[in-house]
């Protein structure tokens, strides 16, 4: 071996101006591939993080109610069979056997956590302004481990204690709302229950909307101003693995029977939108891969060309084919090597510059993005891989030559 690359950097060193171009050219390809990768990546987490950071990845729901057409009776006309049937209305249900159900869904392997709460449509108040609202009643120590409510405080304090809320920062600018403020929370549904609650805190969950609609008290609170004592109308859970979601909604539907939702079945548009992104990605990879090992190829056959004499009189003074072979495949793997060393470099460069030029409106970053160390990995052995395959066909034709055709040439 010692000899194969004393001979394969010589090589290299004498043909300066194409060992050069080519391993620009490697590093050029692991550069894109690298930047674009963690680029992808970080957006994706970003995007990710933006939608799923406040909501669950598993929700238990209440059966829906639904009105059954009786069986027709025998002899019936079709036509005289069919009948308008209206919609039963749609009250606030609990889950039969909460417990049990949060129970099982903490027990499933790839679940962090599990908790429920009482949520029902309210009206907040404040004088002569009011918001539809959604009363949320959670266990707050619970409900962080699922959806990082404590992250999302801007003022205030995280506190849901009796006769506290943690309100939005929209809904308590629309009701003309501060910190320490009471406003009134009424029951929807005909139900007259009301309660006064005093801001505890407020959050902001990244949209406006969501900080118009949602505002959390105690079960005990929410429980009692819906009109569901003791009851839950949600279990939601927090998983490991985010595209495995679907797979344990799945499991835990067919243990308990339940109505599960995972957040792939309630977000479809943005899961397309991952896996489109990541097809991308892996066509911008494979397509600089061949590209970078054409290159290669093409080097270092030029390369067993220009070599054919120093080739011949080397296989005259005693190499094997094997060593020959071995002389243009660790040429190919240094070239990628090398290359690919400088690409990772060049693809954090780009990043460091994206990550602190690319601002928003907000004049804030877009986002934050680095470049992991195992990606940065992948990408340098998959690039000295590619030089390696793409030095075999070179590397064969050296070591089919004839010495003394070589030696004449």
Known sequence: ????????????????????????????????????????????????ERTLGTQA??????????????????????????????????????LDDWRGIEAEMARL???LAATSVAAGAALAQRGEASRAITLTGIDLEGYD???????????????????????????????GLVLGDRFVVRAGGGNAAADTFKIAGLFDLGSRELNRRFVYVTQTSAQSL?????????????????????????????????????????????????????????????????????????????????KRKEIGILRAMGATRAQMTQVFLL??????????????????ALLWAFSTFAR????????????PLDLALAVALVATAAGVLAAVAPARRAARLDPAQAIRL
Not at 76 to 82: C, E, F, V
């Open 1 to 48: 071996m010692g000899f194969a690359f004393t001979v394969a950097w010589r090589f290299l060193r004498e043909g300066r101006f194409q060992t050069l171009l080519i391993v620009i050219g490697v590093a050029a390809g692991v550069g894109v591939v690298a930047y674009v990768s963690a680029l992808i990546q970080g957006l994706q987490g970003n995007t990710i």
């Open 57 to 94: 990845h598993l929700t238990v729901k209440p059966r829906e109610e639904r009105t059954e057409l009786p069986p027709a009776a025998a002899g019936t006309p079709p036509a005289a069979a069919l009948r308008d049937v209206q919609p039963r209305a749609q009250r606030l249900r609990t």
């Open 109 to 111: 392997p790839g679940v």
């Open 145 to 175: 481990r699922v959806v990082p409510l404590r992250d999302r405080i801007v003022e205030g304090a995280a506190r849901v204690a009796p006769g506290d809320a943690l309100v939005g920062r929209q809904l308590a600018e629309d009701l």
């Open 226 to 306: 819906l009109g569901i004592p003791g009851g839950m109308t949600n279990t939601y859970g927090r998983v490991t693995d985010l595209f495995g979601a679907a797979g344990l909604a799945s499991t835990l539907r067919a243990r308990t029977g339940v109505e599960v939702e995972s957040w792939m079945d309630s977000n479809a548009q943005l899961l397309s939108a991952l896996q489109a992104q990541s097809i991308s990605t892996g066509l911008i990879r494979a397509f600089t891969s061949l590209v970078v090992m054409l290159g290669i190829a093409s080097v270092l056959v030029v390369s067993v060309v220009q």
């Open 331 to 348: 040429q190919g793997a240094i070239v990628g090597w090398v290359g690919s060393l400088i690409g990772v470099a060049l693809a954090q």
């Open 360 to 371: 928003g409106s907000d004049g804030k970053p877009l986002f934050v993005v680095s470049l």
